[in-house]
């Protein structure tokens, strides 16, 4: 026999609709308390990835004492001719061939992180402005590089710091909507 006969009827249906519960929360709780790398990867904006690529690749192939934009350099810096050559051709119906180099692949990969920040941007909560503060001192840190270093005043490196610079304004923008939503719907509760 089941124990119905035992414990009767209410208190087999007072059990079960606990069990459902506990089973709910327990659910509920997995989502919420997403672990420590979950907890990172909200508060860390994955352009950082592409800008750190960058700074490797500027700092590996530099030439020497022309790194800082206001001392005299005869030659290009040789990171500008590292990016600029050729790493993927494709032939086309066309007869043409597309060719993307190293510049257009750091550029694309950081189109999909942008991608990815801006869905993240759109819950509301404490890692959320953390990203969005996280995301302001990357932009900083990319305007400096940029305006100080003659490695990073190339076109794609322009790029990313207007990347970084669109994540942390379409950030505040979506958080401010989203949270302007929240807060009308909660209001319709009163």
Known sequence: MSGFGVMGPGLAAARLEERKR???????????GRGPMMGIFSVFPLLTIPVVVYN?????FNKG?????????TTAPAL?????????????????SWTMDGSDIL?????????VEILKSTS????T?????????????????????????????FILTMMTLLD??????????????DFAVGEGFN
């Open 22 to 32: 506990r089973q709910a929360t327990r659910g509920q709780n997995k989502r919420r």
């Open 129 to 157: 402005i953390l990203n969005h503060a996280v995301s302001m001192i990357l932009f900083i840190v990319c305007l400096v590089e940029f305006l100080l270093f003659k490695n990073f005043a190339t076109s794609a490196f």
């Open 56 to 60: 490797l690749m500027a700092f590996v």
């Open 107 to 115: 550029i694309l990969i950081s189109l999909l992180f942008l991608f």
């Open 124 to 127: 509301t909560g404490t890692a």
């Open 80 to 96: 500008a001719s590292t990016l600029a050559a050729p790493i993927v051709s494709v032939p086309m119906v066309s007869g043409a």
């Open 65 to 73: 004492p022309d790194l800082v934009a206001g001392e005299a350099a």
């Open 168 to 181: 942390v304004l379409a950030g505040v923008v979506v958080t401010i909507v989203s949270a302007r939503r």
